[in-house]
């Protein structure tokens, strides 16, 4: 069964800077591209970045380039999201997801809460 | 800008058979942007229904489908049940890697 865990959120000031962690198990992770996907409260969904398998090849939406930075560890499992600079419209639930054919999302994590606030 | 579009809400009786669609403001929805749903309940994290058109995510039932109509994808619940009342959003691949959702539809079955 495919499972992904999301950790790291938080409360965190204006202008810092937070990392987010997603466990991924039940599939051979270093063959899935992956992507991070964000919904503040009471809005809709939008996607935040992207990784290749391999990790050679990210994406970012105009919105964080520059200040958010996607990874991970294939010997791990687990795809990062370094967030820096943070302002309060970064504030959201920030899921991970498997990406199918790095075209389509097929399975979600359940999301980790981030409120940016003084 | 690209806006993938929606309809904000829509209703639908017990039983019966509702068609979302999610469209472009520029242009027609084809299977190139391998459009996805995926639903949504508050407080939950999103359920993917159906991803690249047509293809069910696994576990959902057949009474869910995907396809392109016209100039736009769409979703075809048939046999609404109250418990599909929910969120529900579509997601264009716009290449480069990246995604664009839809605003969503809110689903009320009554």
């Known amino acids: 069964e495919v499972q992904l865990v999301e950790s790291g959120g938080g409360l965190v000031q204006p202008g810092g800077s937070l990392r987010l962690s997603c466990a991924a198990s039940?599939?051979?992770?270093?063959?899935?591209?992956m992507s991070w996907v964000r919904q503040a409260p009471g809005k809709g969904l939008k996607w935040v970045s992207s990784?290749?398998?391999?990790?050679?090849?990210?994406f970012y939406a105009d919105s964080v380039k520059g200040r958010f930075s996607i990874s991970r560890d294939n010997s791990k499992n687990t795809l990062y999201l370094q967030m820096n600079s943070l302002r309060a419209d970064d504030t959201a639930v920030y899921f991970c997801?498997?990406?199918?054919?790095?075209?389509?999302?097929?399975?979600w994590g359940q999301g980790t809460l981030v409120t940016v606030s003084s | 800008q690209t806006v993938v579009t929606q309809e904000p809400s829509f209703s639908v009786s017990p039983g019966g058979t509702v068609t979302l669609t999610c469209g472009l403001s520029s242009g027609s929805v084809s299977t190139n942007y391998f459009p996805s749903w995926h639903q949504q309940t508050p407080g939950q994290a999103p359920r993917t229904l159906i991803y690249n058109t047509n293809t069910r995510s696994s576990g959902v039932p057949d009474r869910f489908s995907g396809s392109i109509l016209g100039n736009k994808a769409a979703l075809t619940i048939a046999g609404a049940q109250a418990d599909d009342e929910s969120d529900y959003y579509c997601?264009?691949?716009?290449?480069?890697?990246?995604?664009?959702f839809g605003g969503g539809t809110k689903l009320t079955v009554l």
């Open positions: 997601v264009l691949y716009m290449g480069s890697g990246s995604w664009v």
């Open positions: 990784i290749s398998g391999s990790g050679g090849r990210t």
């Open positions: 039940g599939f051979t992770f270093s063959t899935y591209a």
């Open positions: 997801a498997r990406l199918e054919g790095f075209r389509a999302i097929d399975y």
